[in-house]
């Protein structure tokens, strides 16, 4: 192949840790693929890489290179995806929800790049989502997919994924403390990725965190469960510091705090079927069950899963099925608090809107705590009682969830 020719179709997945290698540096991979489809020297790779990562509003390029993929955030990931492809100059360029990942702010700059760069390539773009607000801002014709079929839709103005949910921030709040955190500071090698962090999570409270794209949240919440560790500052736990708590305990430490990540499929085995997935976990952390099979079939029907999807793999299942047999293995084994990572943006507004009812549900049948980290903010509108703005590390501000809080939170976004 020559160094002028084009790869005809490229193709950014949904899940973009799962599309790079977790074993090659991002520089390594921009590099890999730059020197395959151009046959570009080591200089003009870094070149064009610098440049690429440039337009799509990376500030710190040089640590993001030097990085592995799981040392960034599902929004940065993304973006290097986009990257990567749009390196192959495709004619053609299929993205797939490539936008559920990121903050409204970062979605609209990723729209509008992705916009300009058609302009300029004469690239064509298939924009597959469940985002009608984004198909209105890039597509010259829209189609809606349902039942194998394809029927052009005029599009009104779109719906609300959080309409009927009950509201959890009236119930009552609680008195005592459950979780306490004050982090000094958080590094990945030398970069600062946590500082001068603190807020209180009170026992049956729904507290959310708010950020953008890259600002942390998910690095607190591999803290919280016991995931990362090597921090500085204080993390209490029932009264109990956590790192003690975590030693003591071993894994039944895991047992009080679990957490349901944004990518559902990637946490279930795939050669395993649903109700053994679930079955292992009550194995693993509830010494105290004699019936672990039965308690498994109780959790996977508490979250509307019928009987007959039991015996399945996570492959025969849709993605908010999938999220739900997550829901059902934390439940399973009787956590004081639930952290949800994104939970429901991968989602489209029907199976959103089923994922944050059956979270409203739960929370008031069981009494658990939960850190709802999200960047949409009618989520977090609508289950939180409280929730901590977060830019560049750091809880800027904590704020109670009322008829106010819902422009508080969308300036906030805005100033990012």
Known sequence: MGGNTRKKVGHIFQDPQSALNPRKKIKTQFKDTLTLSHHYSADVCQEKTVELLRLLNFNDIGKVLDAYPFELSGGMCQRICVALSFALEPDLLIADEITSALDRKSQDELIQLLITIKNTLKTGILFITHDLRLARQIADRILFLKQCRFEEITLHNEENSCKAVPRCRDKARRCSTLLDLAITSKYYDSKLILKDLSFQI????????????????????????????????????????????????GRYFYKDIQIIFQNERACLNPYEKIISIVEAAIKNLRRDCQTPRELAKRSLAAVGLDESLYMRRSGNLSTGQ?????????????????????????????????????????????????????????????????????????????????????DKMKKFLMES
Not at 206 to 232: D, M, Q, V, W
Not at 351 to 379: F, N, P
Request: hydrophobic share 45%; proline share 1%; charged share 25%.
């Open 202 to 249: 009170n026992t049956g409270e729904i507290f959310g965190i708010l950020g953008e794209s890259g600002c942390g949240k998910s690095t607190l919440a591999r803290l919280l469960s016991g995931i990362e560790g090597s921090y500085t500052g204080e993390i209490s736990f029932n009264g109990q510091r956590l790192a003690e708590k975590q030693k003591s305990a």
């Open 322 to 406: 999938c999220q739900r047999v997550s829901i059902a293995r934390a439940i399973a084994v009787e956590p004081q608090l639930m952290i949800l990572d994104e939970v429901v943006s991968a989602l489209d507004v029907s199976s959103k809107r089923g994922i944050l009812e059956l979270l409203a549900e739960l929370q008031a049948k069981l009494d658990i705590a939960m850190l709802m980290i999200s960047h949409e903010i009618d989520v977090l509108q609508t289950l939180c009682q409280r929730v901590a703005l977060m830019r560049n590390g750091t809880v800027e501000e904590i704020i109670d969830v009322d008829d106010r809080s819902l």
